[in-house]
């Protein structure tokens, strides 16, 4: 069984830019959740979806969005990028999501410069 | 704000000798935990999930869980190299996926 897939693997942008990041969960999975990982913060959780709906949102700003679609593929999107952004972006999947075990991708790192 | 504690590290341990992880939480109505491991550089690894007080073995792995206290710890026998790496304690604080992580325990097995 494949696992949870990101893409792409390594971004550069500049500040004021904007990103799309993709996460393809585990088949059969439809809960997808996305983490920002910084060596200072740790894993922040972003938001969680199941069945293209937004159940979960942690204390991020308005620039970070994602969505999914209708065969639980997940993007994120982050606009107005600003350096504070330079992170490791993690995409999680679980069956429903209700108290299980997540399984993570190998993630995007974004860069800012 | 729910929080999950953790010593960041790094723990070392002599090879073969057991390693002992603690996490603490704050949200009394957490319902499920979850150990990790992150290799430097690589994505969080599932070990292990808990569920329900006591302990719960899984190879070389025992997960510990005492809500009443509120801390889960992971143990690992026979610590070997290889097991070199940050361990995660996640906490789900109820329903859908609400996952708090600790900030990570940085274990160095020596050999």
């Known amino acids: 069984k494949a696992g949870v897939t990101q893409t792409p693997r390594y971004l550069i942008k500049t500040r004021g830019q904007q990103v799309t990041l993709s996460c393809s969960p585990i088949?059969?999975?439809?809960?997808v959740s996305w983490y920002q990982q910084t060596p200072g913060q740790g894993l922040q959780f972003l938001f969680e979806?199941?069945?293209?709906?937004?159940?979960n949102k942690g204390n991020f700003p308005g620039r970070f969005s994602g969505r999914q679609f209708s065969n639980s593929r997940s993007e994120m999107n982050v606009s107005t990028l600003e350096l504070g952004d330079s992170a490791l972006y993690l995409c999680?999947?679980?069956?429903?999501?209700?108290?299980?075990?997540?399984?993570f991708g190998d993630g995007t790192r974004l860069s800012i410069l | 704000q729910k929080e999950v504690e953790q010593n960041s590290g790094p723990l070392s341990v002599p090879e073969g000798a057991i390693a002992s992880l603690n996490c603490t939480y704050s949200?009394?109505?957490?319902?499920?935990f979850f150990w990790y491991r992150q290799y430097s550089g690589k994505s969080p690894e599932l070990i292990m999930s808990?569920?329900?007080?006591g302990d719960k073995e899984d190879g070389r792995f025992t997960a510990q869980l005492n809500k009443a206290s509120q801390y889960v710890s992971l143990l690992i026998r026979d610590s070997q190299p290889s097991d070199s790496a940050t361990y995660l304690c996640?906490?789900?604080?109820?329903?859908?996926?609400?996952?708090?992580f600790g900030t990570g325990t940085k274990l160095q097995v020596i050999p």
């Open positions: 999680a999947s679980s069956p429903t999501g209700y108290d299980q075990p997540q399984h």
């Open positions: 949200d009394r109505g957490s319902q499920s």
């Open positions: 996640a906490v789900n604080s109820g329903g859908y996926q609400k996952v708090t």
């Open positions: 088949s059969g999975h439809r809960s």
């Open positions: 979806y199941f069945s293209e709906t937004q159940r």
């Open positions: 808990i569920y329900s007080n």
